[in-house]
């Protein structure tokens, strides 16, 4: 048990001396002065004792038979561990090489014979003061221990819970490198990765002030909005504008997330890119061009809402392009002599890397070249996206978070936009998440996106906008035909799009009917149909998606109003097959 740190006890002494007159006197002495007194006549008879009683101090004769005060010292020592025991040494030796070796044993001071009253309740009093102060010490190191131990038992428990929150994602998909190597438990930096219910995927890289645990507990409410958002359809730009919403409520003042948001679309070959604070990305371009990833924006948690700007930068890309993106503590890495690798090594790196090598790698190894041992200064990720053909990431979006909440089975639904919000506000996200609340139809949050979203766009360019899709007949006309759409969506007042969603089950699943009508002057929907046949458009492939992911789709009056019916089966696992349009007339 352990004593109390103000210790007003007698002290327990042992006396080892081989004379039984000056232990005698000795023991006398230090009995008055009122302290618990054991003897013994030589150093083995003393070790059993320290044994038993853990003395607090001992006083040992240099020279006795049996076991001499030296090594009975060098035992003692061992025996005490952590316990401070002060031995001081009883001799009258006066040869300065036998004193020191009374010390090399272990010895703290010495007690010359004959012995005085005064010197010797002097050293007692001091050694006392001595070894309370050690134990008070010791004490406070092990509470001190003890509660370091909880701390990082609390860390590793909270850092559990935060990778859970902060998954990987889609990380792990064949076209992603990436490196994250945090200072501490914790990381500063933040790397997440989300596919999108339309195809392709939005990733999320961001460094928050400072690292440890103060950075990661804003990184938690990030990861929520950032994957929430994202599955349900939400654009990058709006997931941008929440965050920030967010963090600027939560995050103390002078802390801010640096951050990218990256939105890649695979079947357009097309990146849409928010650089808000962190260092140049590069976009390498198969061909050996490069065009850096400029940062035009503040960090997130510094504007409010107001202010805060959401727009992307778009980048045609072609597959085997690769976009390189990276937190400031690649730039900052540092080597033994306090250099920093910087953004010419970084380019240098870039330049000796040889045809067919992995830009993620050679950045890696030259990173790891130039800084060698040297402990890291600050949390460092590395992110590489290749853009590859769509097909190649067949089955990323079965990842998508499900819920295990059981929704309704029989429904039916009727939401309409109208009026302004018809440029201001997607209806999309909202349409999906109603969907998904079936749970049959969790998993096919892609193919239902892409239904939603092909009506809903034909609905609004074709039918309110009355936008013309010949003029994407070539690359040069995507220009002309969305700053048109963008000049036409300022003047929708009047206007409305209605979708009505009615959802029953079936023996083998369930069916979903989707009625879609605008209010614009209709369109021709058969030119569309047929335009669609042919690869070498870059238009009425929307069609041709509703075709193939739907049981029938029918269009009605002029063609502002879109029938489809979506059937899905309890064991289906692959793509359903294609269907054909009709004419005005009914269901199939």
């Not at 081989?18 to 232990?23: C, E, L, V, Y």
């Not at 004792?49 to 061992?78: C, N, Q, T, W, Y």
């Not at 919403?245 to 357009?268: E, V, Y």
């Amino acid at each position: 048990m352990d004593e109390p740190l103000t210790d007003n006890r007698p002290l327990r002494i042992l006396i080892a001396d081989d004379s039984d007159s000056d232990r005698l006197i000795l023991k006398t002495l230090l009995r008055r002065l009122g302290h618990e007194v054991e003897d013994a006549a030589n150093g083995m008879e003393a070790l059993d004792i320290f044994r038993k009683s853990a003395p607090d101090i001992v006083l040992l004769d240099a020279l006795m038979p049996v076991m001499d005060g030296m090594e009975a010292a060098r035992h003692i020592k061992v025996l005490a561990g952590e316990r401070l025991v002060p031995l001081i040494f009883l001799t009258s030796l006066s040869d300065a090489d036998a004193l020191a070796r009374c010390l090399e044993a272990g010895g703290d001071d010495f007690l010359t014979k004959p012995y005085s009253r005064i010197i010797i309740e002097a050293k007692i009093n001091a050694f006392n003061r001595m070894r309370l102060m050690h134990r008070t010490l010791s004490h406070h190191r092990d509470l001190i221990r003890e509660r370091n131990r909880k701390l990082l038992e609390e860390q590793e428990i909270a850092k559990r819970v935060f990778d859970n929150v902060a998954h990987t994602g889609c990380l792990d998909a064949p076209n992603i490198r990436y490196h994250a190597s945090p200072m501490s438990i914790f990381n500063g930096d933040v790397l997440f990765a989300c596919p999108r219910p339309a195809g392709g995927m939005q990733i999320l890289i961001g460094d928050f002030t400072g690292h440890g645990l103060p950075a990661a507990i804003g990184a938690m409410p990030v990861a929520e909005i950032f994957y929430g958002m994202t599955s349900k359809g939400f654009s990058g730009s709006d997931v941008l504008r929440e965050i920030n919403q967010k963090l600027g409520r939560i995050l103390p003042t002078g802390m801010f997330c640096c951050a990218a948001m990256i939105q890649a679309d695979f079947h357009l070959n097309q990146l849409q890119i928010w650089n808000g604070g962190l260092p140049d990305g590069v976009l390498l371009r198969k061909n050996g061009a490069r065009e850096n990833i400029v940062s035009h924006h503040l960090p997130l948690g510094v504007l409010g809402t107001a202010r805060f700007d959401a727009g992307m930068k778009i980048f045609q890309t072609e597959p085997g392009d690769t976009l390189l993106m990276m937190t400031d503590g690649v730039m900052e890495a540092e080597n033994q002599q306090g250099e920093m690798y910087g953004e010419q090594r970084l380019a240098r790196s870039l330049n000796e890397a040889g045809q067919g090598d992995s830009p993620f790698e050679t950045v890696m190894a030259g990173i790891r070249a130039f800084t060698g041992n040297q402990p890291e200064q600050d949390d460092l990720t590395l992110f590489s996206l290749g853009m590859v053909e769509e097909g190649e990431l067949a089955g990323v979006s079965e990842r998508l978070p499900q819920s295990a909440l059981e929704g309704p089975a029989e429904w039916h639904c009727v939401y309409e936009v109208q009026d302004r919000t018809l440029g201001q506000f997607s209806p999309l996200p909202l349409l999906l998440h109603i969907c998904m609340e079936v749970p049959g139809l969790r998993r096919k949050s892609g193919e239902i996106y892409t239904l939603l979203s092909e009506l809903y766009t034909n609905a609004l360019e074709h039918g309110v906008l009355g936008l013309c899709s010949d003029w994407k007949a070539t690359p040069d006309g995507f220009g002309q035909y969305y700053a048109e759409r963008e000049r036409r969506l300022g003047d929708v007042a009047g206007h409305f799009i209605r979708f009505t969603l009615t959802h029953t089950m079936t023996d083998r699943g369930g069916r979903l009917a989707i009625v879609c009508e605008d209010s614009g002057s209709g369109f021709d929907y058969r030119k569309e149909s047929s335009a669609a046949g042919s690869e070498c458009r870059y238009s009425g492939r929307g069609l041709m998606l509703l075709r193939k992911l739907g049981h029938s789709l029918n269009y009605r009056e002029h063609g502002t109003r879109a029938e489809i019916v979506y059937d899905w089966h309890f064991s289906e696992v692959a793509t359903r097959e294609g269907s054909t349009i009709q004419q005005p007339g009914g269901w199939s």
